[in-house]
Structure formats: structure tokens, C-alpha cells
């Protein structure tokens, strides 16, 4: 199993609204406009999972398996190219601050690791960071 990790990320709020907003895909609908849409198409979720197709990988489908409130929230692939298992995990700081940290999981081979890790990696911190900025009030 290979495992990537965000950069830890601070948010300027606190933890129980950053759960609330991301423990429930619905919100994503306040993002679904910052969304690349030359990498990123066909972008549609609900309370539990989130489905897309990124380019140039394929259709994308997770699904949240675990919430441990204010704490981390768990996913799984549903449909992949290569199944991974994400998770994002909160950490409250002061009361009108967080962190956060991202990491993936993923069953890859020596030669695909070697050509997307650096991708995955890059990925993963963009994610982090887009995350970071959602406005949570």
C-alpha cells in the first residue's frame, strides 16, 4: 500500500463548522463553480459521495465509509482506475481555527508508482489547499 499526504493546512474556523460542511457532499455545490473544468467533467455528489471524470485518468466515484465527528471523515472509491481510500482529517487548534491534512491510500506496482506519484502527490495538495479556502460560515 502506498500512502500520500497533504501538507497540514490551516483553516481560520473552527472545527465543528469545517466537519459540518465537508462531512455532508451536498456542500460541494458552494465549490462546483471553482472546479477546473478542463481537467475535471461530468462533477455531480449527493450527502454521501461525489462522481466525476477527470481527465485524463476516467470516471471517478468515492463514497464517504466512516465520519468520526470533527475528527476525520473517510472515503473509498466506488468506481476508479485504481481503488484508493481518502481521508481527511480535522484538528482543532483555537476556537476559530483548525488544521487539516489529507492522505490517500492506494495498491500500486513499482511502475505505476513511479509515474503517478508525482501527479497524485500534486494532486492531493491542490485539493488540500482548495479545501483550505472554502468559506465555512
Known amino acids: ?3 500520500f499526504e497533504s501538507g497540514i493546512k490551516m483553516i481560520p474556523y473552527n ?3 469545517v466537519y459540518a460542511k465537508l462531512s455532508d457532499l451536498n456542500n460541494l455545490e458552494s465549490i462546483k463553480d471553482k472546479v477546473p473544468s478542463d481537467k475535471i467533467s461530468e462533477f455531480s455528489f449527493d ?3 461525489v462522481s466525476f ?4 485518468v ?3 466515484s468515492l463514497k464517504i465509509i466512516d465520519r468520526n465527528i470533527n475528527k476525520c471523515i473517510k ?5 476508479s482506475p485504481i481503488p484508493l481510500n481518502l481521508w481527511i482529517q480535522l484538528l482543532p487548534v483555537e476556537d476559530n481555527q483548525c488544521k487539516l491534512k489529507m492522505t490517500v491510500k492506494m495498491e500500486l506496482n ?3 508508482k513511479g509515474m503517478i506519484s508525482k501527479p497524485v502527490k500534486e494532486g492531493l495538495e491542490k485539493i ?3 479545501i483550505a479556502m472554502i468559506k465555512y460560515d
Open 110 to 112: 513499482p511502475f505505476i
Open 58 to 60: 476516467g470516471n471517478i
Open 1 to 3: 500500500m502506498t500512502q
Open 47 to 49: 450527502k454521501d459521495s
Open 128 to 130: 488540500a489547499d482548495m
Open 15 to 17: 472545527v465543528e463548522q
Open 75 to 79: 472515503f473509498e472509491t466506488i468506481t
Open 53 to 56: 471524470n477527470l481527465s485524463p
